[in-house]
Every structure is written in structure tokens, then in C-alpha cells.
T-cell receptor, first 107, second 111 residues
Framework: AQRVTQPEKLLSVFKGAPVELKCNYS??????LFWYVQYSRQRLQLLLR??SRESIKGFTADLNKGETSFHLKKPFAQEEDSAMYYC?????????FGTGTRLQVFP | DSGVTQTPKHLITATGQRVTLRCSPR?????VYWYQQSLDQGLQFLIQ???????AKGNILERFSAQQFPDLHSELNLSSLELGDSALYFC??????????FGNGTRLTVT
């Protein structure tokens, strides 16, 4: 079964500290993976997709097929990064989301 | 602004009632998706329409139904509401496939 697991409900760091939001997946085919961000009860916004291999707002994520992971990383967290982060896996043309990780960045 | 419009923003109603949530996709997008976001369940896929036809079904209750109209807007109908239906309901759209572009959601409170 296709599943996305985000093991941490909450991650708290201080400004300037490195951040890693974990995401593991199970999928029988070749996955397409995404990170979405949701700021304070706003709509979900696409942050990253693995096929584009780009860095958005300093965040990067690398697909590791061996470990079936797609962890989101940022070397120096900023207060404005505080938000809910959702990892998602595409199943044909719909998304399956993880339960999300709330990132709190303290000043 | 993602271009996906959802109305109303907030809805408060009583148990047993019926409500309709509306979604207008981005211009040119043929696919509309509905998701339910609740505190304990996270984001759950409900249903997808493509150009007026149902394409995929997720964890949608029988009390819920949806449709996509010829102008491509979509409505999600929730009936016999229960307290547990209180959630944020998101609509998303895409031209075809991914990525999805989400609306701001409708917050439903059932009292």
C-alpha cells in the first residue's frame, strides 16, 4: 500500500539551527514526491518536488530510494519557516499526504 | 494567490444538517480534488473530478457527495452532519496530473 510517514509531529529549533524534517514512504513503483508547506491556517503551497531538484527558500530534499526517504533540509532555520510541512506521494494523479510536521523556529 | 477559490471561508451548522462547499479551479485546470484536513486524521483525499467526470475516490463517506459542473467548478455536499465532520475542507486543481494548487479552504464547524 502507498503510504507516507512523517514520524515527528513537532520539531522545535532555534533560529540559525539546521533543520531536517523526516519523510519516509512506501510505494511499489517509481514515486514522485513533494513537500507542501502550510503557514498558519493558510492554504497548502507547493514547496518542492523531487523531479525538479531545486532549492526553494533555502530548503532542499533528496530522494533516497534505498532508504525510501525524502527528508526536507535547511542549513539555517529562520523564524518565518515556522509552519506545517507535509510530505506527499503521487499515486497516479492524486496526492497521498503524510500527517505533517509542525516546525517551530524560536528567535 | 493560487487562483483556486473556495466559498464560504467559514461555515457553522448543527448536527444533522446539510451543507454545500463550492470550489472554482484555476483558469484552464480540468481536475478538481477535494481533501479533508482534521486534527486527528491529517489530510485525507476525498474525491477527484476531471472535466466533469469522477476520476478517483478516496476516503469519502456515503453521506458526502461531489460533482463538477460544465463550467468546471465543483461542489462538495455534506449531509447528516456529525460533530466529527468538523474540519478544514480543501479544494485543489490542476491542468492534468501534478502538482496540485490548493485553495484557502472552507472551515466547517458542526455544533
Amino acid at each position: 500500500a502507498q503510504r507516507v510517514t512523517q514520524p515527528e509531529k513537532l520539531l522545535s529549533v532555534f533560529k540559525g539551527a539546521p533543520v531536517e524534517l523526516k519523510c519516509n514512504y512506501s510505494y511499489s513503483g517509481s514515486p514522485e514526491l513533494f513537500w507542501y508547506v502550510q503557514y498558519s491556517r493558510q492554504r497548502l503551497q507547493l514547496l518542492l518536488r523531487h523531479i525538479s531538484r531545486e532549492s526553494i527558500k533555502g530548503f532542499t530534499a533528496d530522494l533516497n530510494k534505498g532508504e525510501t526517504s525524502f527528508h526536507l533540509k535547511k542549513p539555517f532555520a529562520q523564524e518565518e519557516d515556522s509552519a506545517m510541512y507535509y510530505c506527499a506521494l503521487s499515486n497516479t494523479d492524486k496526492l497521498i499526504f503524510g500527517t505533517g510536521t509542525r516546525l517551530q523556529v524560536f528567535p | 494567490d493560487s487562483g483556486v477559490t473556495q466559498t464560504p471561508k467559514h461555515l457553522i451548522t448543527a448536527t444533522g444538517q446539510r451543507v454545500t462547499l463550492r470550489c472554482s479551479p484555476r483558469s484552464g485546470d480540468l481536475s478538481v480534488y477535494w481533501y479533508q484536513q482534521s486534527l486527528d486524521q491529517g489530510l485525507q483525499f476525498l474525491i477527484q473530478y476531471y472535466n466533469g467526470e469522477e476520476r478517483a475516490k478516496g476516503n469519502i463517506l456515503e453521506r458526502f457527495s461531489a460533482q463538477q459542473f460544465p463550467d468546471l467548478h465543483s461542489e462538495l455536499n455534506l449531509s447528516s452532519l456529525e460533530l466529527g465532520d468538523s474540519a478544514l475542507y480543501f479544494c485543489a486543481s490542476s491542468v492534468t496530473g501534478l502538482p496540485l494548487h490548493f485553495g484557502n479552504g472552507t472551515r466547517l464547524t458542526v455544533t
